[in-house]
């Protein structure tokens, strides 16, 4: 019998030590949220630099979402990518950390990494962000060095404005996308 209640005792003390070694220091948190508050700045303010009206639409947006991400499509009909990025809520100023992952199905071939500034132009966008969402969209992009250029079926969401900053590589697709925004609550404060 004593056999026996060693088992779990054992399988306990294994899966606290691997939950244990899964998570971050406060000091590797800190860092990870550093890198992408700093990431978002630097997106931001290259795309006002572009586009000066950019600063105009943030001072009235509801919040905004920026996202590291990369992409890449080498089998004619699959590709996929990821990301991660940091929300904020413009009027109480918290910050939301998420990853994204994402899905390609449809024709084209390519690898690229860019970033994505989303001015949301609602409440109810910016707590869907909250929240975490599923997003299906059929578009065509193309991207080559620092162009880009994209289409995408909804041309005008009154619920937000998407701004694309071309880090590099290329690619041309035409695609259904499938996007999962999920809250990084390893990295998100609790309110």
């Not at 918290?94 to 990494?113: C, K, N």
């Not at 909250?130 to 060095?145: H, R, Y």
Request: glycine share 8%; aromatic share 6%; hydrophobic share 40%.
């Amino acid at each position: 019998m004593n056999k026996y209640i060693k088992i779990p005792g054992v399988l306990l003390t294994m899966l606290l030590f691997l939950s244990a070694c899964s998570s971050m220091t406060v000091s590797e948190k800190q860092q990870k949220q550093d890198k992408l508050n700093v990431m978002a700045a630097h997106a931001i303010a290259e795309l006002v630099e572009k586009n000066p009206d950019i600063q105009q639409q943030l001072d009235n947006a509801f919040g905004y979402a920026v996202a590291n991400m990369k992409v890449s499509k080498v089998i004619p009909l699959v590709g996929g990518g990821g990301g991660e990025g940091i929300l904020v809520d413009s009027k109480t100023k918290y910050r939301s950390y998420f990853t994204v992952q994402r899905l390609d199905l449809g024709g084209g071939y390519g690898a690229r990494s860019f970033k994505v500034l989303i001015i949301l132009n609602s409440q109810k966008m910016l707590d869907k962000l909250k929240a975490g969402s599923w997003d299906i969209d059929v578009g065509a992009e193309a991207a080559a060095g620092s162009a880009s250029l994209e289409t995408n079926s909804v041309k005008s969401n009154k619920d937000y404005t998407l701004y694309v900053l071309l880090d590099g590589g290329a690619s041309a697709t035409f695609t259904l996308r499938t996007l999962r925004i999920k809250t990084n609550r390893e990295l998100t404060e609790k309110l």
